[in-house]
């Protein structure tokens, strides 16, 4: 945190070379944790994860002359708000004016899990704040449903009647990660649950976004719209849910919907991809980003 401030409660798990700050927008005071110097990259972390999710990729992307920008979301990790309200925006509406506080008008967008519901709506609706995106184990917004696609959805009952005090321990089982992950690791992504306004959040998060864009989904909105951002769609080979066979049934013909979408699948790696594999997705990442123009 910044010189003077109060050791956060619970303490963050550790990471070399990241810097703390705390941003104050409207409602909101955004813990950013970043490292690296060059061309921004914001990095939305998933659920129920923060900012230490990136400690890899991040950590890679300064090493090749990115600054990485790693918020905790509303509801997630050491963001503090004023108002336990969120609604299908309210994340989006944040990270605008997270941008706009550091002075930012375009960066490059790295996104996993719930994050990448925030970059469907960043991409779509205000396309000129993004350079390049990467979007992992979350299908395009313009997929097609259907039943295949069901089970991909079948952790959601979980988090919308959550109760408070329940360990969400149950995320990282062998059902969404390749490899398993240490206590230590688990314990790291799991520290904000100690905080009641992070463990009564899961509900209000989870159902405001998920459920809030669900009908948008279902009724083919981003269909008839154009993705403009060039994306890379970034799937583990052992994802049970979202895999290379899943893509080729619900995504045919993308250039279709978007400007230069590609599909990547990564060895060794499920929904947890970054916990998985993260130097395959950091060289992934670095590869797409020195793409751009």
Same mark, same amino acid.
């Given at each position: 945190?910044?010189?003077?401030?109060?050791?956060?409660?619970?303490?963050?798990?550790?990471?070399?070379?990241?810097?703390?700050?705390?941003?104050?927008?409207?409602? %909101?005071?955004?813990? %950013?944790?970043?490292?690296?110097?060059?061309?921004?990259?914001?990095?939305?972390?998933? @659920?129920?994860?923060?900012?230490?999710?990136?400690?890899?990729?991040?950590?890679? =992307?300064? $090493?090749?002359?990115?600054?990485?920008?790693?918020?905790? %979301?509303?509801?997630?990790?050491?963001?503090?708000?004023?108002?336990?309200?969120?609604?299908?925006?309210?994340?989006? $509406?944040?990270?605008?004016?997270?941008?706009?506080?550091?002075? +930012?008008? &375009?960066?490059?967008?790295?996104?996993?899990?719930?994050?990448?519901?925030?970059?469907?709506? %960043?991409?779509?609706?205000?396309?000129?704040?993004?350079?390049?995106?990467?979007? =992992?184990?979350?299908?395009?917004?313009?997929?097609?449903?259907?039943?295949?696609?069901?089970?991909?959805?079948?952790?959601?009952?979980? @988090?919308?009647?959550?109760?408070?005090?329940?360990? =969400?321990?149950?995320?990282?089982?062998? &059902?969404?990660?390749?490899?398993?992950?240490?206590? *230590?690791?688990?314990? *790291?992504?799991?520290?904000?649950?100690?905080?009641?306004?992070?463990?009564? *959040?899961?509900?209000?998060?989870?159902?405001?976004?998920?459920?809030?864009?669900?009908?948008?989904?279902?009724?083919?909105?981003?269909?008839?719209?154009?993705?403009?951002?060039?994306? =890379?769609?970034? @799937?583990?080979?052992?994802?049970?849910?979202?895999?290379?066979?899943?893509?080729?049934?619900?995504?045919?013909?993308?250039?279709?919907?978007?400007?230069?979408?590609?599909?990547?699948?990564?060895?060794?790696?499920?929904?947890?991809?970054? $916990?998985?594999?993260?130097?395959?997705?950091? $060289? +992934?990442?670095?590869?797409?980003?020195?793409?751009?123009?």
């Amino acid at each position: 945190m910044p010189s003077g401030a109060a050791s956060p409660v619970p303490p963050m798990p550790e990471a070399p070379g990241f810097e703390h700050h705390v941003v104050e927008t409207p409602g %909101l005071r955004t813990h %950013l944790a970043t490292v690296g110097e060059g061309d921004p990259v914001l990095l939305l972390h998933g @659920f129920p994860q923060h900012w230490w999710q990136w400690r890899v990729v991040a950590s890679r =992307l300064a $090493d090749e002359g990115y600054r990485a920008l790693c918020p905790d %979301l509303r509801g997630s990790g050491w963001t503090e708000a004023t108002s336990p309200e969120i609604t299908r925006t309210s994340r989006l $509406d944040d990270v605008l004016a997270l941008l706009d506080a550091l002075a +930012l008008d &375009r960066v490059h967008l790295v996104s996993h899990d719930l994050g990448s519901v925030t970059a469907i709506q %960043l991409s779509y609706g205000h396309p000129e704040r993004l350079r390049r995106a990467v979007q =992992l184990s979350v299908p395009p917004a313009f997929m097609t449903l259907s039943p295949r696609t069901l089970p991909g959805f079948r952790h959601l009952p979980a @988090f919308f009647w959550h109760r408070s005090g329940t360990s =969400l321990r149950f995320t990282f089982s062998e &059902r969404y990660v390749a490899q398993p992950m240490s206590e *230590a690791d688990i314990a *790291a992504h799991l520290a904000p649950m100690q905080r009641p306004e992070i463990d009564a *959040a899961v509900r209000t998060v989870s159902r405001a976004m998920v459920l809030g864009e669900a009908p948008r989904l279902a009724g083919g909105t981003y269909r008839r719209q154009r993705l403009r951002v060039p994306t =890379l769609f970034v @799937f583990g080979r052992e994802d049970r849910y979202w895999n290379e066979k899943i893509m080729g049934i619900v995504c045919r013909e993308p250039e279709k919907y978007a400007d230069g979408a590609e599909f990547a699948y990564v060895d060794g790696a499920s929904h947890f991809i970054t $916990d998985d594999a993260p130097e395959a997705v950091a $060289d +992934l990442v670095v590869d797409w980003l020195g793409r751009a123009a």
